[in-house]
Nanobody
Framework: QVQVAESGGGSVQPGGSLTLSCAASGDILRLNEMGWYRQAPGKEREMVARQTNFGSPVYADSVKGRFTISRDNTKNTVTLQMNNLNPEDTAVYYC?????????WGQGTQVTVSS
C-alpha cells in the first residue's frame, strides 16, 4: 500500500503565490520519482513538474521560471512553490508518486487564481 497525502492550495489573486506539499508513505522503498500534475475543467491532466530521486527537475513550459519543485528524499516529500500565478493556472493539482513504473496519486487539491 502506498499513501499520498497532499496539502496546500486555495484561492489567490493573479500575481500571488501558493505552496503545495505532498508526502508519500507506505511501501515506497522503490520510489523513484515524485511530481505534480494538474487538470483544469474540460482539459486533460498535464504534467506540471517532476523530479527523479537524483535527477534534475523537469517543468512544463507554461510554468518555467514561476514554479519550483523541491524534494526531500529522506522524508519522501515534494513541494511545489508557485509564484506569479495567473488564471490559466487554475486547476486541481495532483501529487504523483512513481514506484518503479506504477503511478500513485493524491486526492487532488484545488488552486484557483482569480481577481
Amino acid at each position: 500500500q502506498v499513501q499520498v497525502a497532499e496539502s496546500g492550495g486555495g484561492s489567490v489573486q493573479p500575481g500571488g503565490s501558493l505552496t503545495l506539499s505532498c508526502a508519500a508513505s507506505g511501501d515506497i522503498l522503490r520510489l523513484n520519482e515524485m511530481g505534480w500534475y494538474r487538470q483544469a475543467p474540460g482539459k486533460e491532466r498535464e504534467m506540471v513538474a517532476r523530479q527523479t530521486n537524483f535527477g534534475s527537475p523537469v517543468y512544463a513550459d507554461s510554468v518555467k521560471g514561476r514554479f519550483t519543485i523541491s524534494r526531500d528524499n529522506t522524508k519522501n516529500t515534494v513541494t511545489l512553490q508557485m509564484n506569479n500565478l495567473n488564471p490559466e493556472d487554475t486547476a486541481v493539482y495532483y501529487c504523483n508518486v512513481r514506484i518503479i513504473v506504477v503511478d500513485y496519486w493524491g486526492q487532488g487539491t484545488q488552486v484557483t487564481v482569480s481577481s
